[in-house]
Nanobody, 115 residues
Framework: QVQLVESGGGLVQPGGSLRLSCAAS????????MGWYRQAPGKQRVLLAT???????NYADSVKGRFTISRDNAKNTVYLQMNSLKPEDTAVYYC?????????WGQGTQVTVSS
């Protein structure tokens, strides 16, 4: 069983930055593909970025060039650096672990972009 705990969300002004963290426990973090998703009110959860065990990254077009996913296997943590934030980035952000046998989710962290 893998447990994921996100942190780092909050209120930020348009154009600002936030860094989200997701700490994993209960599994072999270094071999998992990790991802960040978000879900805005009344909308489906969407994939933003993934990073493989080898460090290969992939991004949704909506965040490419503004968001950066990274991982620190020594700390069992994956990060999402978010720059140039826009009001439409407001959502609950979720961390995901793909163990190849199952998907695990964190509880989510709220990001609100507003002046």
């Amino acid at each position: 069983q893998v447990q994921l705990v996100e942190s780092g969300g909050g209120l930020v002004q348009p154009g600002g930055s936030l860094r989200l963290s997701c700490a994993a426990s209960g599994g072999i973090f270094s071999i998992y593909t990790m991802g960040w998703y978000r879900q805005a009110p009344g909308k489906q959860r969407v994939l933003l970025a993934t990073i493989t065990s080898g460090g290969r990254t992939n991004y949704a077009d909506s965040v490419k060039g503004r968001f950066t996913i990274s991982r620190d296997n020594a700390k069992n943590t994956v990060y999402l650096q978010m720059n140039s934030l826009k009001p439409e980035d407001t959502a609950v952000y979720y961390c995901n672990a793909d163990t190849a046998r199952a998907y695990y989710w964190g509880q989510g962290t709220q990001v609100t972009v507003s002046s």
